[in-house]
């Protein structure tokens, strides 16, 4: 899955891929044209990129589940205690604009940075009312 919206990162992606892999390219360019390196190991690795739709489902998939199984379904895998490995810092959404030029610039190392809503405990979900 690619969602850098980056040439670089498309380009990172493709070389990450094991033989016969594919990318899921997630990001938007709008009307901005990408260069990728389709002529290095793509063929010879039988590499695939495969575009998506973020915000609808491709009318070949909608109807294996419905809506509300596809649902359950995110919301199943985001309660997986596994992704809690990918989280590598917390802020509150109070402190965005510190904290989002130091996670751009690498001050902040980080692979997946958790935003906290005031009065929400990130463990459990709940909000408090106070």
């Not at 380009?11 to 938007?28: F, H, Q, Y």
């Not at 190392?109 to 459990?124: M, Q, S, V, W």
């Amino acid at each position: 899955m690619h969602a850098s919206a980056t040439e670089a990162g498309l380009a990172r992606s493709l070389e990450l891929l094991r033989p016969e892999g594919t990318v899921v390219e997630l990001s938007w360019y709008g009307d901005r044209r990408v260069a990728l390196p389709l002529g290095e190991a793509f063929h010879s690795r039988r590499l695939t990129l495969r575009g998506s739709q973020v915000g609808t489902v491709s009318p070949a998939r909608a109807a294996t589940r419905t809506y509300a199984d596809r649902l359950a379904l995110a919301l199943e895998l985001l309660a997986d205690p596994a992704l809690d490995a990918l989280v590598t810092g917390e802020s509150a959404f109070a402190e965005l604009p510190d904290v989002m030029p130091r996670l751009a610039s690498g001050e902040i190392p980080a692979l997946c940075h958790r935003i906290r809503y005031d009065g929400e405990d990130t463990a459990t979900g709940a909000r408090s009312t106070a």
